[in-house]
């Protein structure tokens, strides 16, 4: 955190000199009120520095105040009016300084995550994520913008007050402070006991924003499956929860501010006692009595806030720590030497096996094949099986436990990443949309000016018919996260924007599953057309998707147990065999079905 206040140290430097002048302003007024009263009004000698008293003797001395009293009331309102200045400047400085600091930790927090591995986004809450990238952010400003000055106010406060009341009245002043020990101890125990009540309630409302995103986001499956009352339920408990920790934590705080009340009016009505002791038996002067009263109530002030400024402190040191877990998390490393070569050569796995870091059960095991350059390679297999993993592999989301994947005779992991992946189109089956145009989620990697690139993409993706009958066309917002479209037109704006890319090698990661057969063909045949040298794997449950492909591969269980044509697997007893009879029975029967119903 110093290193942020370091980077603006010249706004925190101008809030500095306000609050020192702020202080120094605030106790003149009692001071000055301790001279009308003893010296103006009443006959006790003036206590003004030379430079003040040449001028006032040079006009007639006490004689010329009384009769114009306006002047020290003048003198009153103009110190006032000038604190008020120096209170802007604090603030407006502060508040740029913290806001400065405050962009600067969304972004680099931004900035950060955008490099972090696919295995860390895997495993982290995006709700968690989100909270620390904007309340944990905001509760550290907050404390820069109004705390750090405090703790300069303070210490400047208890010396200045030392300065003007032990030269009038060392056994008032020990009186007067008698309580300030007890009080900054209590303020002490109050931080440590706090800090972690901060912890555990940010925590929880961590676990609380990560609820409420999962269920906005899948708002479709929870209607789907009639779960609004257990998603209400689920939403209740840690509900409860974050109300629970937050009870305990105004506990405390219901706790410090009472007990700091209490010793405060306790240590002013000590000090009011004895100074007016001292009034009477002449001891000290009314205006004395003025100055310990008011400047004690000046200095008890800032001292209770010092709970206050310390429990802030905490919970910036609890949102820094949490700021900084995501900070320190180590991001993909650079790779200055790192190849980019052509990526239209032969893909091979070579004796390829991977098991997740969290998890020793491999899940692909001694996997091995080769997809010619410019062909089309399917992949079926059952849930699990490693289907989509292998397609991770390929893009270095993941590094294998054991093997090699080259590319055109390359090892991947001596490819550049951003450039691999830069060149690897990957079609997702639930692909992501942006709450914008149709035109400007399909035109996301390429100018607006490219136009025709962006049309035509939709074409081969079999998007135009539905586009062109959408309410606004191309201007038709989707909405968030593409709601109001059906799943196989979110599927083909998915395969058309990245069709817009660079490509040397297409994966559709079951991307194709939404759309009907008629479709699914349609878009292949385009595909053959318009991307003759690009390398294509497809992987798919269904057979006619996947039987025109130059090479098939069969995994189960994490390994292959088949490879071939269409032809040849159909031929061979196994997984592909098995599921193309029972995919030709059901075409069979659904073909006899639509005919009686014609005949009838």
Known sequence: MLSLIGQNWTHFLWALIATIMMVIIGFLTPLLLS????????????????????????????????????????????????????????????????????????????????????????????????????????????????????????????????????????????????????????????????????????????????????????????????????????????????????????????????????????????????????????????????????????????????????????????????????LHEEAEPDEPNALKPDLHGDIVFDHVSFAYPDDNVPVLRDVSFTIPAGKTAAVLGGTGSGKSTMMYLLQRLYTPTSGKITIGGVDIQQIDRKYLRAHVGLILQEPFLYSKSIRENVGITAPEQEAERIEHAADIASASGFIAKADKGWETVVGERGVTLSGGQKQRIAIARTLLKDNNILIFDDSLSAVDTETDAQIRAALRHEQKDVTTLIISHRVTTLSQADLILVLENGQITQQGTHAELCSQPGLYQRINSIQNALEEELTQAKAAEGVN
């Open 35 to 326: 001279e009308i009263v003893d010296s103006i009004l009443g006959s006790e000698p003036f206590t003004m520095p030379d430079f003040l008293m040449n001028p006032i003797n040079a006009l007639g001395g006490r004689d010329f105040l009384r009769q114009n009293l306006w002047i020290p009331a003048l003198a009153l309102i103009l110190m006032n009016v000038v604190n008020g200045v120096f209170t802007f400047i604090k603030g407006r400085s502060s508040a740029i300084a913290s806001e400065n600091i405050a962009r600067k930790l969304r972004n680099d927090l931004y900035r950060h995550l955008q490099h972090l591995p696919f295995a860390y986004h895997v495993k982290a809450q995006a709700g968690e994520l989100i909270q620390r990238c904007t309340s944990d952010v905001d509760t550290i400003r907050r404390f820069l913008a109004v705390q750090v000055m405090e703790v300069v106010n303070t210490v400047l406060m208890v010396v200045i007050a030392m300065s003007i009341l032990l030269p009038r009245s060392v056994p008032i002043t020990l009186y007067s402070l008698i309580l300030v020990p007890p009080l900054f101890c209590f303020a002490t125990w109050f931080f440590k006991m706090v800090h972690k009540s901060f912890e555990v309630a940010d925590e929880a409302d961590g676990v609380l924003n990560a609820v409420l995103q999962e269920n906005l986001s899948g708002v479709r499956v929870v209607r789907a499956f009639g779960q609004q009352e257990r998603e209400v339920e689920k939403f209740d408990r840690v509900n409860n929860d974050l109300r629970k920790k937050n009870l305990r934590l105004n506990e405390l705080l219901a706790i410090y501010w009472g007990g700091g009340d209490a010793i405060s009016m306790t240590q002013t009505l000590l000090t009011l006692v004895v100074c007016i002791i001292y009034a009477c038996n002449g001891w000290i002067t009314v205006g004395t009595l003025i100055v310990f009263t008011s400047t004690l109530g000046m200095l008890l002030f800032p001292i209770r806030q010092l709970g206050r400024t310390l429990s802030d402190a905490g919970k910036a040191m609890v949102s820094m720590k949490r700021v900084q877990a995501i």
